[in-house]
C-alpha cells in the first residue's frame, strides 16, 4: 500500500510536532471560577459575564462605560490630562519609563477615564478606573481628573458615576499621590452639600486610598458580586494580626453582610439599577 492509513487518521503520530488547531485564536475563554469553556463573542455580549455562573470576569474601562451609557451619548471629557514626573522618581526604572509602558500595555493615557453623556435618557458624568495603567493606581493627575469631572457634574447639576478598581495609591509620587484622598474627598462633600447625586461601584479589586476616599464615599454604595475591597490585603492583615481571617474577607457578599455597602448589582444589571436609583434620589432632592 502506498499511503500511510495509519498517519491519516492521526496525522500527528510519530511526530514530535503538535497538531495544529483550526480553532482561531481568541474564539474561546475559560471561565476562571466554574471552568467552563465560553464563546468569546457570547462572553463579549454578556459584558465579560459568565453566562454559566455568573462570575464577572475582567473588563476593560472604556467598553464598561460605552456599554453603560446609553448607545451613541458618550464622550470622552478631560483626555489631554497626563500624569507628568514631578519628582524625577526612580526605582528599578525611570517613573517616565514605567508610565509610557504603562500606556502601551493599557492602551490609554491614564489610570482614569471621564466621560459626559446619557443614561436612560437621563444627563450625566461617569467616571473608571483603568486597572490595566499601574494598576489603577491614584496619582495626581487621577485625583484632579476625578476632581475636574466632580466639579463639571456640580456646575451642570449632573450626577456623577464612579467604577472603581485600584491597588491605591501610586508610590512614585509619593504624598503628591496620598493627598488625592483629601482633594476627591474634598469635592464629593461639595456634591453632598449641594444635593448632586454621587453613586460609587466598587469592582474587582479595590484597595487602598481610592478605597478609603472616594469609592465609600457615595450616597449609594454599589459593588460588583465577587469584587475583593478593602484597605490593606488580606495577606497583609493576617501576618499583621496574626490571625486567621474569616471565609469571604473582603468579598463584596461580606462587605453588605456587614454593611459596608449597600447593595450588590451584577454588571448586566447596572444601567437599569443605577437609573432607578437616580430617578429616586432626583425625587427625594426636589
Known sequence: ???????????????DKEPKSNIPEGVWEKCPKCEAVLYKPELNKHLEVCYKCNHHLPIGARERVLA???QGSATEIFE??????????????????????AEKQAGEKEALLSFEGKLEGQSVVCV??????????MASVVGSKFTAAAEKALAEK????CF??????????????????AKTSAVLEKMKQLGVPYVSVMTNPTYGGVTASLAMLGDINLAEPGAMIGFAGP????????????EGFQTSEFLLEHG???RIVSREDMRQEISTMLGVLADHLK
Open 158 to 161: 449632573k450626577p456623577l458615576i
Open 68 to 70: 453603560f451609557l446609553d
Open 80 to 101: 489631554e490630562m497626563a500624569s507628568q514626573d514631578a519628582l524625577k522618581f526612580k526605582d528599578s526604572k525611570r517613573y517616565k519609563d514605567r508610565l509610557t509602558a
Open 260 to 262: 459596608m455597602i449597600d
Open 235 to 246: 495577606r497583609v492583615i493576617e501576618q499583621t494580626v496574626r490571625q486567621t481571617l474569616p
Open 128 to 137: 473608571a478606573f483603568v486597572f490595566e495603567f499601574m494598576g489603577g493606581s
Open 164 to 181: 472603581s478598581a485600584s491597588g491605591g495609591a501610586r508610590m512614585q509620587e509619593a504624598l503628591f499621590s496620598l493627598m488625592q484622598m
Open 1 to 15: 500500500m502506498s499511503d500511510n492509513w495509519w498517519s491519516r487518521i492521526i496525522p500527528s503520530f510519530g511526530s
